[in-house]
């Protein structure tokens, strides 16, 4: 029976404890720190990973339930002050003007709830939507889409596609900021596209032996990979727990293998095959430079990874997370986050109670319809620049 060491927990010991290392008297070759630098990068993507998931599972779900609860009670505070405007529209002494802005407020609480799952709502919608005033709101918006447009298209001078299907100043944003994205992407892609094949050409006459040198890195992890199987291979082991642990090991052994994940299989073979760390030092450069051919790629596998991670908690949370920064700085988002929505609610609470109280709902209206025209005009800026 084969007694196997215990693994050891802490990763950075693990990979790092991989490098090249010399008598202190020697430097390194150019290959040998090449080697060394992609195995600390590694290490620096997998704690920048593992950082990012352990702080998601502390913080994730607490903060998604507080913005789920937060947006159903603005559903509720918005249909409480729709119903209460829909009312005093019938029953209230405004002017044509004061009912105008009322109109206009209720056709934007219709457009913050769900129409399809509440019944009140819905016929609300269906009432406002033939309202004349509504009729001609969106031909005003059409007209500044129109504008909007004409501004987009000489400020990037080409059409906007399909302009037809774009009726309001924010669809025509949207789509002029679309194109604008696809042109930059495509402009990038074909500078990347020159500066890829320049690169390759230059690569090509300085390591004529790249093709070799990919066989070397691929029949070195084959080799490792071969010399494990076999120490660890289940059907060899007698023991009950000894076997388990070696299918558990193998395991971890196969999936390294599929993802080309040099630096694991070479953890286990200093852990499993007791081989001397000392060994890649002896190993010519030609063979490490291949090798570190697939740290590259593993490198930008867990990269990748880095990001994909950073984008989900980034839609999911609500906050742009940049993995440089610390735990604290996260945490201190997360927190303004959730100080804002309760600011916000506070402020429909207080509106809510505002507008029951006699001429205070005239007064709130006019505040809101100068609200709404400065947002507009800081649309047309936006747009502008």
């Not at 070696?246 to 599929?258: F, H, P, Q, S």
């Not at 959730?338 to 402020?347: F, M, N, P």
Request: glycine content about 2%.
């Amino acid at each position: 029976m084969t007694l196997l060491p215990e693994e050891n927990s802490n990763a950075t010991v693990q990979v790092l404890g991989l490098r090249v290392q010399l008598a202190k008297d020697a430097s390194l070759s150019a290959a040998q720190d090449r080697f060394n630098q992609l195995l600390l990068r590694i290490d620096e993507a997998t704690q920048q990973l593992e950082r990012l998931q352990a702080w998601s599972d502390r913080h994730r779900h607490a903060h998604m339930q507080l913005l789920y609860e937060a947006a159903k009670h603005t559903d509720r505070l918005h249909k409480s002050m729709l119903l209460f405007l829909h009312d005093q529209l019938h029953t209230c002494d405004l002017t044509a003007q004061q009912q105008r802005m009322a109109r206009q407020q209720i056709r934007r609480l219709i457009a913050t709830l769900d129409t399809s799952s509440d019944a009140q709502v819905q016929a609300l919608d269906a009432v406002y939507r033939e309202d004349d005033a509504a009729h001609n709101a969106a031909q005003d918006s059409a007209l500044a889409a129109q504008r909007l447009r004409e501004k987009i298209e000489a400020a990037m001078g080409q059409p906007l596609y399909n302009p037809n299907l774009y009726q309001t100043p924010d669809e025509v944003l949207a789509a002029g900021m679309r194109q604008w994205q696809q042109q930059n992407i495509a402009d990038e892609a074909r500078k990347a596209a020159k500066r890829a094949a320049r690169k390759a050409q230059r690569r090509s006459a300085a390591h004529p032996q790249q093709g070799p040198q990919h066989s070397d890195a691929k029949g070195a992890i084959r080799t490792v990979y071969r010399q494990l199987a076999s120490l660890l291979h289940p059907d060899r082991e007698m023991d009950p727990q000894a076997q388990k642990r070696k299918t558990r090991l193998m395991g971890e052994v196969n999936a390294a293998y599929e993802r080309n994940d040099l630096t694991t299989l070479l953890r286990l073979q200093l852990q499993v095959a007791h081989v001397d760390p000392q060994h890649l030092a002896r190993m010519s450069n030609d063979k490490l430079a291949a090798m570190s051919a697939l740290l590259k790629e593993q490198l930008a596998a867990l990269q990748g990874d880095v990001r994909q991670l950073q984008s989900q908690l980034t839609r999911e949370l609500d906050l742009a997370l940049d993995a440089q920064f610390s735990d604290e700085v996260w945490t201190q988002g997360l927190q303004r986050i959730q100080a804002d929505r309760r600011y916000a609610l506070a402020r429909l609470e207080a509106d809510l109670q505002r507008i029951q109280q006699g001429s205070e709902l005239k007064r709130w209206l006019k505040e809101q319809a100068l609200l709404v025209k400065e947002h507009a005009k800081m649309q047309d800026l936006d747009g502008l620049l």
